[in-house]
T-cell receptor, first 116, second 117 residues
């Protein structure tokens, strides 16, 4: 069965600190997709990144970076020089659908608070 | 391009009643998925519709049902409401077709917050 674990329930840091959000997943499939979503207080989930299981290249987008390691089944997310606007709940998710049916399995989320 | 819209945004019902929630996907998107978010269970997949057909279903009782119309708009219905149905119900849309479409990013609406008293 698919499973996503975000062991960190809450993280609180001071602005400008770097912070890493951990994500560990379980799947029996060789082809799958991993996602990170951000949920601000408004409630709407905002897409951040998608990775397929064959692409282990790390990615950087501005202050955000992602480290995908199949060997440890992890897909960690780092925010560099955090800002108050980064405060939100962050979800890691897994999709095993190769074609067609859309279904995401989410982790429990990590509530990130950036203090000024 | 308009995003995913959900109506109503807030709803208060009493136990035993039924409720219908509506979702309008992004123009051109044919797949609509529904998720339930609660503090205890987190985000859980309810079901997904594509071209008016349910393609995938989560582990929820039969009281939860849905449908999709020819214009891709979708509704979900919960009958005989229970206190535990209080949640944020999120709808997401994506193109939903073609090889690799299972990995398409899903665009989420703002959700409908349902409170059951």
């Amino acid at each position: 069965a698919q499973k996503v674990t975000q062991a960190q329930t809450e993280i609180s840091v001071v602005e400008k600190e770097d912070v890493t959000l951990d994500c560990v997943y379980e799947t029996r499939d060789t082809t799958y997709y991993l996602f990170w979503y951000k949920q601000p207080p408004s409630g709407e989930l905002v897409f951040l990144i998608r990775r397929n299981s064959f692409d282990e290249q790390n990615e950087i987008s501005g202050r955000y970076s992602w480290n995908f390691q199949k060997s440890t089944s992890s897909f960690n997310f780092t925010i560099t020089a955090s800002q108050v606007v980064d405060s939100a709940v962050y979800f890691c998710a897994l999709s095993e659908s190769i074609q067609g049916a859309q279904k995401l399995v989410f982790g429990q989320g990590t509530r990130l608070t950036i203090n000024p | 391009k308009a995003g995913v819209t959900q109506t109503p945004r807030y709803l208060i019902k009493t136990r035993g009643q039924q409720v219908t929630l509506s979702c309008s996907p992004i123009s051109g998107h044919r797949s609509v998925s529904w998720y339930q978010q609660t503090p205890g269970q987190g985000l859980q997949f309810l079901f997904e519709y594509f071209s008016e057909t349910q393609r995938n279903k989560g582990n929820f009782p039969g009281r939860f049902s849905g449908r999709q119309f020819s214009n891709s708009r979708s509704e979900m219905n919960v009958s005989t409401l229970e206190l535990g149905d209080s949640a944020l119900y999120l709808c997401a849309s994506t193109r939903g077709a073609g090889l690799g479409s299972g990995g398409n990013e899903q665009f989420f609406g703002p959700g409908t917050r349902l409170t059951v008293l």
